[in-house]
């Protein structure tokens, strides 16, 4: 095998470790829509990075920081529910992302928008996969020590408060956490298929699982399995990558749904 | 000697204009068992969220013992089924819950056939237990619980109120509780704090039972009836409002404006 598909096997792998407990979390908050929101808005954030000359990593990471500050305070209105506010922001920073990439193209910037939708995982360079690495290495600690907070906050939020958990800082990291993870994961499936990472393999691990901690053990596995697999029938059948884990991925989620309930 | 847990003086309350709590005045002692009794609407969510710093009164001073640590059983524990957890993986979320713990606790609570269930297949009253069971792990000095018997039977009920009374009797810790079924709460307390939206009367729960206030207030409920009229020293008006005798509308409660939620709603959800 080529040197391209062992990087790109190896960068899913990293990924699906830091999504597996990550997609457990978001799934116990009702936080999908919330990825989504990150996801959409990451283009957005790329564009900006070209325009700035910034990293697009941290261009995507530190716009979802302000669309999660935006919500937070969007959410003090309460005559419009948290999901019409994450759709006007995803779909806000989406509009804007293409709008914006469209005024660099026509200034001659040649940027392969099909590669940031749907990514470009077989093109990943060696920096690029060192990049990935060092990242999921920094971000498991920041998850390990989110995970009991997180949990006491999903059981019941005032509980948690009254028992001395900085609930409001604990969800901000969340979040911000979750805009790293999309900036990172990006390059794996591309940013309208990020979620699928996150939330799929969890909900799949639900079915075959009797902790917390076991769920986020599964929802591991499972991301990896999703990442062989379809790393496998793209190479087979010369479909794209990205696509073709997520695909994998939903497979292994309807598998689960057959077995009955123990 | 008694030592007092934690006190609030003159606490008021305003939410979107409405008056909730007016000049509320509140201790708890050490091995003490406080109920907080009232109609719906009366504020008593309100005053105990307010006491635990969850929402901000407008006015008044909490004061507490240093150091005090509080358990907190909350109206509602809805676990998502979309989480798995164990009765034994719940409590093991308590900081430096051991497992020998946590089965002797267990089997103080009765739940003991029950370490490894799923906390959502978990009956009204088992889970009521559950949270008890928590409480006590928690080793602390003052429970606070909010209708600690919603949803439970008769019996249930009972036998709730019997096991927070021996966890003040075994565990020395004071205990603040919301309520509004009375008699069963009558035997297992202290003293008795019949609020509605003020403090209307508050003492031992013999005196509070001869009260003028307190028939006032839930005689005519206990006949069966739904709607309470209050025939007080005072009337409130249509906006909640202490006014003479003569000048308010009788019945407050019924007028939607009055019945509230304000205490819910305030509760922030999530993205």
Known sequence: ?262 | MTEQLIAVEKASLTFSGRLVLENVDLQVNRGEIVTIIGPNGAGKSCLVKGLLGLIRFNQGKISKLKNLKTAYVPQKLHIDETMPLSVSRFLKMVPAAKSAKITEVLQEVQLHTLEQAAVQDLSGGELQRLLLARVILQAPDLVVLDEPAQGVDVIGQQDLYQLIASIRDRYHCGILMVSHDLHLVMEATDRVLCLNRHICCTGHPDAISQHPEYLSLFGEAMDGFAVYTHHHDHEHDSHGNVVPLGSGCQHWNETSGCGQTACSSAEKKDG
């Open chain 1, 1 to 262: 095998m080529d040197d391209f598909i062992y990087r790109a096997l190896f960068a899913g792998l990293a990924v699906a470790l830091l999504t597996g407990p990550l997609g457990c979390l978001i799934i116990w908050r009702r936080m999908a829509y919330f990825g989504d929101t990150l996801a959409h808005s990451a283009l957005l954030g790329v564009a900006l990075s070209i325009m700035w000359s910034i990293h697009p990593v941290l261009g995507v990471a530190l716009l979802g920081l302000v669309i999660a500050i935006s919500l937070v305070w969007l959410q003090r209105y309460r005559d419009l529910a948290s999901d019409t506010m994450l759709g006007i922001l995803a779909h806000t920073s989406l509009g804007l992302g293409l709008v914006v990439i469209a005024i660099l193209q026509s200034r001659g910037m040649r940027i392969d928008l099909n590669a940031y939708l749907f990514g470009d995982i077989l093109a990943l360079s060696q920096n690029e996969l060192w990049l990935i690495f060092a990242s999921v290495l920094a971000l498991i600690p920041v998850v390990a020590w989110l995970w009991r907070p997180m949990i006491a906050i999903a059981v019941h939020e005032d509980l948690a408060r009254v028992e001395g958990i900085p609930v409001l800082k604990i969800r901000l990291i969340f979040m911000l956490l979750m805009a790293i993870v999309v900036a990172v994961a990006m390059k794996v499936t591309g940013v309208l298929l990020i979620t699928a990472l996150l939330i799929i393999p969890a909900a799949a691990a639900r079915k075959f699982s009797r902790s917390p901690e076991q769920m986020a053990a599964i929802a591991v596995l499972l991301g990896m399995s999703a990442v062989v697999l379809g790393m496998y029938s793209s190479l087979q059948w010369d479909t794209p990558t990205g696509p073709s884990i997520v695909v994998a991925a939903a497979l292994l989620f309807f598998v689960s749904r057959v077995r009955k309930k123990n």
